[in-house]
Antibody, heavy 123, light 112 residues
Framework: EVQLGESGGTLVQPGGSLRLSCAASGFTFSSYWMSWVRQAPGKGLEWVANIKQDGSEKYYVDSVKGRVTISRDNTKNSLYLQMNSLRVEDTAVYYC????????????????WGQGSLVAVSS | QSALTQPRSVSGSPGQSVTISCTGTSSAFGGYNFVSWYQQHPGRAPKLIIYDVNKRPSGVPDRFSGSKSGNTASLTISGLQAEDEADYYCCSYAGSYTFGEVFGGGTKLTVL
């Protein structure tokens, strides 16, 4: 059974930093593109970042470029999101999501999601 | 404001059909047919219900169907059931615009 479990969310002051983690199990983690998607309280979903299987390609939504870094450790079946210079508008539940990938090629949808981790940015 | 526009709410009675639209620019859809739909119940993670415009993952009832014409994608739910009440989000790969995905603002479905 595919499982994704986020951790690391907490209350942080504006300008602060935070690292989210996502532990994956039930599939060959190193074979899949992975993503982070966030949802501000009472708002819709927003794609944040994607990372290729070997970490050689990373893409970000414009609003986080230069402040956020997606990474992965395939030896630990883990995905990470390092968030710096946090802003109030970064407050959201952050979901780890698996990108459907077949024979090494990514598809363009998220087939499994974690339960999310809440990041609250406030003074 | 999302690059993909959905109605904020739709409603229908049990047994009826409802259609949720998702309208975007050609850049929002990236010129691709990579539209997916997600169902989200309150306090829960999103769940994939349609991918590649009109394909259903295993386990998703055939009451859910998707289509796309021009710059408008649609999700149709037939034979509405109480458990279908949820938020629904369309999503598209935006191609070289962002090399990532863009979501619609979401539609709240109420089963009357």
């Amino acid at each position: 059974e595919v499982q994704l479990g986020e951790s690391g969310g907490t209350l942080v002051q504006p300008g602060g930093s935070l690292r989210l983690s996502c532990a994956a199990s039930g599939f060959t983690f190193s074979s899949y593109w992975m993503s982070w998607v966030r949802q501000a309280p009472g708002k819709g979903l927003e794609w944040v970042a994607n990372i290729k299987q070997d970490g050689s390609e990373k893409y970000y939504v414009d609003s986080v470029k230069g402040r956020v870094t997606i990474s992965r450790d395939n030896t630990k079946n883990s995905l990470y999101l390092q968030m710096n210079s946090l802003r109030v508008e970064d407050t959201a539940v952050y979901y780890c999501a698996r990108v459907s990938t077949t024979r090494g090629l990514r598809s363009y949808y998220f087939d499994y999601w974690g339960q999310g981790s809440l990041v609250a940015v406030s003074s | 404001q999302s690059a993909l526009t959905q109605p904020r709410s739709v409603s229908g009675s049990p047994g009826q059909s409802v259609t949720i639209s998702c309208t975007g620019t050609s850049s929002a859809f990236g010129g691709y047919n990579f539209v997916s739909w997600y169902q989200q119940h309150p306090g829960r993670a999103p769940k994939l219900i349609i991918y590649d415009v009109n394909k259903r993952p295993s386990g998703v009832p055939d009451r859910f169907s998707g289509s796309k014409s021009g710059n408008t994608a649609s999700l149709t739910i037939s034979g509405l059931q109480a458990e279908d009440e949820a938020d629904y989000y369309c999503c598209s790969y935006a191609g070289s615009y962002t090399f990532g995905e863009v979501f619609g603002g979401g539609t709240k479905l109420t089963v009357l």
